[in-house]
């Protein structure tokens, strides 16, 4: 079983790391390329239009979430039939689902123009939410079910595979079209296509692969946590979406630009983090199904491990080299400023909180804890709105910065409390050596290199990269000379496991 989650563990992270390297050079060209071409409004337009169409998410995080809990336990069992019967329940569930978001599309369609007042006119505004709407619902009505069944399976990396085929023809296609002179509504129009594609594709090849029986009754008692789940799922999208939706409100739409520049970059950082991340809540779901506790509080641990050196690696060369590639990224845009110090500095280190929770989240969802947690993302969705609500009149961008910060402390903290008080059972005094170890080499990654990076990296993107690389490679000697001295075991047990996974090691 140990070397099956391994070997799994590797398909998901080799497939993910493909389909974020292309991800990233799909979002690095083609926003690139808008704002060129269309300028900064209409690329704020579509970051604004894509995060009003994320809200609808809240609708099926619940269910998906309850779904996985369940396929644990059935997967674990190798009970086809039970297996089958939860993913009938869930499939009638998401096509009902997928009926009120194209409900919600079609009023955003008619709304969303009036919202905005746009120059650019009503029906050119309403043609982009309905293009970048409909690839949405694709992926309710048909894709999500059989993902989730994947994701539980530890098999992620079929529907990577997916996405990035699908990725790589629609950054193609666009460049293609844009590139002829045709519209934004058009590109988007003829790229849905290959939206709507995906999750069709996926259902068949994941129906034949487990052999779902469609005529079993659905079992609806595997969805019965999903109202505490969509309560997370809830108050997770309106924190999630807190800064766009008060920016779009309170500030000019070409601020919603700005921010999508800095979001690509932070959440990027998230993505990259997921390629060592992916599976772990299944493997701990199976962990939790099987009663292994003892294995349970070990990898707890080594997940920890992992996402404080990553995030002191990374987070460290970030926080000096972002404002040089916002920089070099803007070059001749004269519509808005891009460069904004402090907006930088405050929105990496709320990401970099963000990232630091994942381990928790990961147990506490694979050991189905969502009723006994929520009242804490309620808590950080609060945070966030009313700070970035009163924060955006005083100090513009900043203040929902500053509101994601505050929120994303708090919950992290209180998932931390939560994890080593009720489901391993050890001091909360492991999370603060935590924190302190990531906070020292930061500032001394920072101390080192800011010199250096100040005077380099903007001059151009061959001194960019090679300044990243620099800070990256001095970073990780400052975490792995720290990592020696107060997280031997962790280290130790890491790097065995990769040594497995590269089969380096039996």
Request: one cysteine or more; proline letters at 2%.
């Amino acid at each position: 079983m140990e070397k099956s989650r391994i070997k799994r563990a590797k398909f998901n992270m080799i497939w993910l790391l493909v389909y974020e390297v292309v991800l990233f050079a799909s979002n690095l060209v083609l926003p690139k390329l808008i704002i060129s071409t269309f300028g900064s409004e209409y690329n704020g337009i579509i970051g604004s239009i894509t995060q009003f169409l994320s809200f609808v998410s809240i609708l099926r995080l619940g269910v998906a979430g309850a779904t996985r809990v369940s396929l644990y336990k059935s997967l674990a069992a190798g009970d086809r039939r039970e297996t089958s019967s939860i993913i009938r329940a869930t499939e009638i569930y998401m096509r009902k689902i997928g009926l009120i978001i194209l409900a919600y599309i079609m009023a955003l369609v008619v709304l969303y123009p009036l919202l905005l007042n746009s120059a650019y006119g009503f029906l050119n505004v309403a043609l982009l939410v309905f293009a970048i709407g409909i690839g949405t619902f694709a992926q309710y009505f048909y894709g999500i079910t059989y993902k989730t069944l994947l994701q539980a399976d530890q098999r992620l990396y079929i529907a990577n595979i997916i996405q990035t085929v699908t990725v790589i023809l629609n950054t193609v296609i666009s460049c293609v079209l844009i590139n002829l002179g045709q519209s934004i509504q058009i590109v988007k129009l003829v790229t849905a296509v290959l939206f709507v594609l995906n999750p069709i594709v996926l259902n068949k090849l994941v129906i034949k692969m487990y052999g779902i029986d469609r005529t079993v009754p659905p079992d609806n008692s595997a969805l019965s946590r999903r109202w505490d789940v969509m309560g997370h799922s809830i108050a997770n999208i309106v924190h999630e979406n807190t800064d766009v939706l008060v920016l779009t409100l309170f500030c000019d739409i070409k601020v919603v630009s700005v921010y999508s520049v800095y979001h690509f970059v932070v959440s990027g950082l998230q993505r990259v983090l997921n390629i060592f991340t992916t599976g772990a809540e299944p493997v701990f779901g199976s962990m939790f199904a099987k009663e292994e506790s003892d294995k349970v509080k070990k990898n707890l641990g080594n997940f920890e491990y992992v996402i404080g050196a990553f995030i002191s690696v990374i987070f460290s060369a970030t926080i000096l080299i972002i404002l040089p590639f916002v920089t070099l990224y803007t070059k001749g845009v004269k519509d808005i400023e891009y460069v904004l110090p402090m907006y930088a500095l405050v929105i990496t280190l709320a990401y970099a909180f963000f990232c630091l929770r994942s381990p928790y989240v990961a147990v506490v969802q694979a050991a189905g804890h969502y009723k006994e947690t929520k009242k804490g993302a309620y808590a950080e969705a609060a945070i966030n709105l009313i700070s970035s609500v009163i924060l955006v009149n005083f100090i513009g961008i900043v203040g929902t910065a500053v509101g994601t910060l505050l929120a994303n402390v708090f919950r992290t903290v209180q998932y931390a409390l939560y994890v080593s008080r009720r489901l391993v059972k050890r001091s909360p005094l492991v999370y603060v050596k935590l924190v302190l170890w990531i906070g020292f080499n930061i500032a001394a990654s920072y101390l080192l290199f800011n010199g250096f990076v100040s005077e380099y990296a903007a001059q151009g993107w061959g001194q960019w990269a090679l300044s990243g690389l620099a800070i990256v490679a001095g970073s990780g000697v400052i975490c792995l000379l720290t990592s020696l001295a107060l997280y031997r075991e962790s280290f130790r047990s890491v790097l065995d496991i990769a040594l497995r996974m590269l089969k380096l090691r039996k």
